[in-house]
C-alpha cells in the first residue's frame, strides 16, 4: 500500500484544495462523489454506475494520487478530479450511469449536450457536459399535485459513441452556465501528478520498510486541504473528505505538527485556523467548516500551549507571530479559569463529554462538570508556553508570572485530584468521585512527563500497561471495565490523539522504552490490521472505525513513525 496505489475503499480519493471526493462503494457497486462543503453524512451526492449493453457491470477501481482507473469487462475508464470543484470520467468502451442520491433534486438539458442538475438538500449546482457520446436524462417520478406524475430528471446515462465517452461535471454551490471545454486527460493527469509530487518532495525519507504507509499518510493530508473560504483564513485540512468533512479545535493542533516536517509556513496556518475565530473572551469555537454552521456553546480542550510548544522547537518563528500567537493563548488560558471553573477552588471543570474531545467517555455517565485531571494538565503545559513566548519577547516579568501561575495550579491539581494511588476526576461543587475510574483521561496527566513527580509518574503508567495498554495501543476504556465496547466510541477503541499526546508524555518523562514500544505498536495496526488511517480502532483487533482517510489519524502515524521508529 502506498499513494499510488490507493485503496478508496479506505481512502477517499481527492486532491489538493478539491471539494470533491471520490469513495468506491462494493456493496452497491459503484462510485461514491462526496460533496465535502457537507459533513455528518450528508456528503453523499452521486452514485456512479458503469453498464455494458444497458446493464450494470461490476468492476475493479485502482487509484494514484493522479486518477481512478476503472477496470471491467469490455472497458475501462479514467476518473480525475480537474478543478476544485469538477471531475473527468474519460471511458473507453464503457457507458456511465450519474444518479444524484438528493431525493429533492432536479434537473434539466439544455444547450447541446449540457444538463443542470441542483441538489436542494446538498445546496449544489451541477453542471455536465458531455463531450464525447450520447446523454439521456430520466427519473425518478414522483408524485404531483391533482394527480399527475414529475420527472426529477436527477439521473444521467451516457452511452459510448464509437466506443469512448467524455464527460465534465462541475459540482458547486455557485452557477456555473458554461464549463471549460478545455479538456486533454493526459495533460491534466499530469498536472495533478506534478502537484502532488511538488508536495511530497519535501517530505523527509521515510523510516526503512515504512515507505508505503508514510507516503500514503502525506497523501492524505495533501488530498484533504481544501481552499481557504470563510471561516478558513487558511488553506486547511478537514478531518476527511468523506462524512466528517469539517475541522475541530484540537484536531488542527495534530495536523500542525506534522506538516512542521514538510512545510512551516502550512504548518503554523494550520495551528492558527481556530484563533482566527476566537470569541472576545477568548474561547474558541467546537467545529467550523465553509457551507457550515461555526458551533459555539461547546469547546475543546486546551492543547494548544503543548502543541505550539512543539512547534517552537522545531520552526525558528518571526517575533509578530509569536505575540500574536501569546495574545491568544493567554486569552485561551483566562477563558478556562474564568469560565470554567465553577466552584472557584482553582480546578477548571469539563461541563460534559464533547468538551473533553472525549464525547461519550464513561467519566461523564454519572454526572455533568465534572473536574477531570487532564485539564489542568494541558492548561499547566500551555502556562509554560506563555512563559517561554514572554522569554523569547524579553517580557521576564509575564515569563516569571506564568511559571509561578504553571506552579501553582498543579501544587492545587495534586492536592484536590491524587487520591489513593492514581487522579480521580471530581464532581464540581460536591466534589463527589469514583475512587477508580475506567476513562483514560485520568491517566492523561502524564502529558506533563518530567513535572510530575517520578512515583506518580511511575504509577499511572503501571496502570497504563495493566489496565488500558493492548497489543495495539492504548484504549479509552480500561480493557477489564464492564463499560468497554470494541465499537464504543470513546468507550473502548484506540484514537491517535490520546496515542501521541500518552507517547509524547512518556518520552518527556524518561519512559522511552514504552514509549517507542506504543509508537511501534500503533503504527503496526495501521500498517497490518487496519489497512488505512481511520476515525478510531478496535483496542482489541486493530480494525478501523467510522470515518475513511482520517487526517489526524495520517499525522499522528508519520509523527510516531518519524520520531520514535526511524
Known sequence: MNANSIDIRRTPFSRYGAWLSVTYDSSEGCLTIHNVRRKWGEDKAYRVRFLKEGSSVSFEASASPALIMISSRGGCVRAYIKTDTSLVFDSDGLDLMIEQ???????????????????????????????????????????????????????????????????????????????????DPQRDIGLVD????????????????RSPYTQLAWYVLWSCFVRAEYPLRYDAILMSKSFMCSLWSWDHCFNALALSLIDARRAIEQFLLPFELQAESGVLPDAFAPNAEIVWGVTKPPVHGWCFGKLMERIELEKDLLRSVYRHLEKWTAWWLEYRDSDRDGVPEYPQGCDSGCDNS???????????????????????????IAKELGIDERSEYWDRRATALLRTLLDHSWRDGRFIAPVTLTHEFDPHPTSLLPLLPIVLGSHLDLDRFDTLVGILESDFLTEYGPATEATRSRFYEDDGYWRGPIWAPHTYLL?????????????????????????????????????????????????????????????YLS
Open 503 to 563: 507517547v509524547d508524555g512518556l518520552k518527556r518523562g524518561g519512559r522511552h522504552d514504552i514509549a517507542k514500544e506504543i509508537a511501534r505498536r500503533f503504527c503496526a495496526m495501521i500498517e497490518t490490521r487496519a489497512l488505512g488511517f481511520y476515525e478510531n480502532f478496535d483496542a482489541k483487533t486493530g480494525s478501523g472505525y467510522r470515518a475513511l482517510g482520517y487526517s489526524w489519524t495520517a499525522s499522528v502515524y508519520l509523527l510516531l513513525a518519524h520520531e
Open 194 to 209: 506534478a502537484e502532488w509530487g511538488a508536495f511530497f518532495s519535501n517530505a523527509p525519507p521515510a523510516p526503512t520498510g
Open 101 to 183: 442520491i438528493d431525493k429533492s433534486g432536479y434537473g434539466i438539458e439544455y444547450g447541446e449536450r449540457q444538463i443542470r442538475l441542483i441538489g436542494v438538500a446538498q445546496r449544489i449546482n451541477t453542471t455536465i457536459r458531455i463531450l464525447r457520446g450520447s446523454a439521456l436524462l430520466e427519473g425518478p417520478l414522483t408524485p404531483a399535485p391533482g394527480g399527475s406524475d414529475r420527472n426529477r430528471k436527477t439521473t444521467l446515462k451516457v452511452a459510448c459513441h464509437d466506443g469512448r465517452a467524455l464527460v465534465h461535471m462541475d459540482i458547486s454551490n455557485r452557477d456555473h452556465r458554461n464549463l471549460d471545454d478545455s479538456i
Open 362 to 388: 464513561t467519566l461523564f455517565d454519572g454526572a455533568f462538570f465534572v473536574e477531570s485531571p487532564d485539564l489542568p494538565s494541558y492548561l499547566f503545559l500551555q502556562m509554560k508556553t506563555l512563559a517561554r
